[in-house]
């Protein structure tokens, strides 16, 4: 994740940050493709947390989680099959 980035963004960085139209935003947040902001700073100044918009979005730490997951249960199926084929095979050998 970039540090060197700003945490909190408003609407306009937000729209830059990903790359879309500032009109843009409104439409991907009642979509749920984004977050909700926060109005810790008052009700016409919108937040969106940066690390939350990435992990809603898939991207950064929650992307790489999703992926090691994957790893792992295709490793498990893996381990699973080669026992099923062991079983399998000391049947037909006996």
């Known amino acids: 994740m970039d540090d060197s980035l700003p945490r909190w963004l408003d609407r306009q960085g937000l729209a830059d940050y990903l790359s ?5 935003i409104a439409r991907l947040q009642q979509e749920g493709k984004i977050p909700q902001p926060t109005y810790h700073l008052g009700p016409r ?10 992990e809603t979005m898939g991207i950064g730490a929650a992307a790489e989680r999703r992926q090691e997951m994957d790893e792992l249960i295709a490793k498990i ?8 084929d062991r079983k399998k095979q000391k049947k037909s050998s006996r």
């Open 20 to 24: 879309v139209k500032y009109h843009s």
């Open 45 to 54: 100044m919108p937040r969106w947390d940066r690390h939350q918009v990435d």
């Open 77 to 84: 199926c893996a381990d699973i099959r080669s026992g099923a």
